[in-house]
């Protein structure tokens, strides 16, 4: 059994800069990595970023490349996403999950992560 709490949602202006916590706690032994999601009024959830659980692979979605940062701090069990020069359609509720089937930790797909936080909302005004 793992637990997934996401923190660092709030309001910014477009141009703004945000920084989301992701902390896993239980079962950790069997997270292969940890990814983020998002989930905008009236749109599909769509993928963001995943790290493997060691730290050595991140991949992330085009939309966010370059902008977005996932990082991980393994004392705490804790992954992060930096949020910089965010955009107004970056408004969405935002979801960490926990990878434990991927071999690489890293995946896009919905289906490798099985436990998943309960969202913070992000909302970038223009």
């Known amino acids: 059994q793992v637990q997934v709490v996401e923190s660092g949602g709030g309001v910014v202006q477009a141009g703004g800069s945000l920084r989301l916590s992701c902390a896993a706690s239980g079962r950790t032994f069997s997270i292969f990595g940890m990814g983020w999601f998002r989930q905008a009024p009236g749109k599909e959830r769509e993928f963001v970023a995943a790290i493997s659980w060691s730290g050595t692979n991140t991949i992330y979605a085009d939309s966010v490349k370059g902008r977005f940062t996932i990082s991980r701090d393994s004392a705490k069990n804790t992954v992060y996403l930096q949020m910089n020069s965010l955009k107004p359609e970056d408004t969405a509720i935002y979801y960490c999950?926990?990878?434990?089937?991927?071999?690489?930790?890293?995946?896009?797909?919905?289906?490798?992560?099985?436990?998943w936080g309960q969202g913070t909302q992000v909302t970038v005004s223009s």
């Open positions: 999950a926990t990878d434990g089937l991927s071999p690489d930790g890293t995946s896009r797909l919905e289906a490798s992560y099985a436990y």
